[in-house]
């Protein structure tokens, strides 16, 4: 914790000074995370239920390619969670899959994959926010940008609104992590699936070994 002792001088003085200093620590914030490569990218429309998961990364000199969602279907009168887990696929030899936290329910749709040469490098959710229905179901569906400009998008759930594209991953997605609430049991609502963010690859990364 850093403690700031300002003159006593007038309330305008002192916002002025600290918002100065909160700017410049948030500066420097972000030049170290750049400097160390950790770029991350996200979106502003995700949910604030649950925890974030682990950071799962591409194997040395791979990144995600494909990506495939594990979802609860639409179900009248039943309680849905929507997307629940997402894996990305690495272009390793062993097609490695990532998933941070994974969901609890819900079944595998097809893996969606860039074209031939392309990778991924940003994403978009479509997500039902809080309090919007009387069935929360925080993020419905996800789809990713490649480096070609084209997206690629699989069958997800329909409830919500899509948000804007998150920035871009230059050399590619390498790392995920998820948001996710875990199964509270029939007698809460469950919503699985909160929010997801996405770790940018580095020279570092892509280097094979």
């Given at each position: 914790?850093?403690?700031?002792?300002?003159?006593?001088?007038?309330?305008?003085?002192?916002?002025?000074?600290?918002?100065?200093?909160v700017?410049?620590?948030?500066?420097?914030?972000?030049?170290?995370?750049?400097?160390?490569?950790?770029?991350?990218?996200?979106?502003?429309?995700?949910?604030?239920?649950?925890?974030?998961?682990?950071?799962?990364?591409?194997?040395?000199?791979?990144?995600?390619?494909?990506?495939?969602?594990?979802?609860?279907?639409?179900?009248?009168?039943?309680?849905?969670?929507?997307?629940?887990?997402?894996?990305?696929?690495?272009?390793?030899?062993?097609?490695?899959?990532?998933?941070?936290?994974?969901?609890?329910?819900?079944?595998?749709?097809?893996?969606?994959?860039?074209?031939?040469?392309?990778?991924?490098?940003?994403?978009?959710?479509?997500?039902?926010?809080a309090?919007?229905?009387?069935?929360?179901?925080?993020?419905?569906?996800?789809?990713f940008?490649?480096?070609?400009?084209?997206?690629?998008?699989?069958?997800?759930?329909r409830?919500?609104?899509?948000?804007?594209?998150?920035?871009?991953?230059?050399?590619?997605?390498?790392?995920?992590?998820?948001?996710?609430?875990?199964?509270?049991?029939?007698?809460?609502?469950?919503?699985?699936?909160?929010?997801?963010?996405?770790?940018?690859?580095?020279?570092?990364?892509?280097?094979?070994?």
């Amino acid at each position: 914790m850093i403690l700031i002792s300002l003159p006593n001088s007038g309330n305008i003085f002192q916002s002025a000074m600290i918002k100065n200093v909160v700017v410049g620590y948030l500066a420097l914030f972000v030049f170290l995370g750049l400097a160390n490569g950790q770029q991350v990218i996200t979106v502003t429309n995700g949910e604030t239920d649950g925890r974030w998961g682990p950071l799962e990364t591409c194997p040395s000199g791979s990144r995600a390619v494909s990506y495939q969602t594990q979802n609860e279907l639409d179900a009248p009168v039943v309680d849905d969670s929507a997307v629940n887990t997402i894996a990305i696929f690495c272009d390793d030899p062993l097609q490695t899959n990532l998933t941070s936290t994974p969901g609890h329910t819900g079944n595998w749709q097809n893996v969606q994959t860039c074209p031939f040469g392309a990778y991924m490098k940003s994403f978009q959710l479509r997500v039902s926010p809080a309090g919007n229905t009387t069935d929360n179901t925080a993020v419905n569906d996800i789809r990713f940008m490649c480096s070609n400009d084209r997206d690629i998008n699989g069958i997800g759930n329909r409830e919500g609104y899509w948000g804007e594209y998150s920035a871009e991953c230059l050399d590619g997605i390498c790392g995920i992590e998820t948001r996710v609430r875990p199964d509270g049991g029939l007698l809460v609502d469950n919503t699985a699936l909160n929010d997801v963010r996405f770790t940018c690859c580095t020279a570092v990364d892509l280097k094979k070994f």
